[in-house]
């Protein structure tokens, strides 16, 4: 099964996926696309062709999704060097999830994070 999933970092607020697929997209208060909806349809699809930057994609569904422990963040670094597309620094200098699809280089950043703020949680239960 697949699903819209958008990649914030890369979103331009451009606006071109809210007014062709509403149903999956609005504004943020930061003046980029938000993902409302994850169900694909063909509006969606050509949201993600249309977009200037590929933030849009359709991705096959994942049954595991990234269940990130923010509180235990201790700032040092390894996810945003390893997984730069799904995390980043936030004004504490912490790190912050930006884009939950499971990657390879999610794997990688979970498998180094010293206090296992990174989790793939199934339906019942929490690895890592």
Known sequence: MKKVSLNKEKCIGCGSCTNI????????????AELIN???T??????????PTEA???????????????E????????????P???????????????EEITDEVKKASAHCPTEAILF????NSEK
């Open 21 to 32: 697929a509403s149903e999956n997209f609005s504004y943020s208060d930061e003046g980029k």
């Open 38 to 40: 994850d169900n694909v």
């Open 42 to 51: 063909d509006k969606a699809i050509e949201a993600s062709e249309v977009c």
């Open 56 to 70: 849009i994609e359709i991705v096959e569904q994942d049954t595991k999704s990234i269940n990130f422990k923010s």
């Open 72 to 83: 235990r963040c201790i700032g040092c670094g390894n996810c945003v060097n390893i997984a």
């Open 85 to 99: 597309n799904n995390f980043k620094f936030n004004d504490e200098g912490k790190a912050e999830l930006i884009n």
């Open 121 to 124: 949680t199934t339906n019942e």
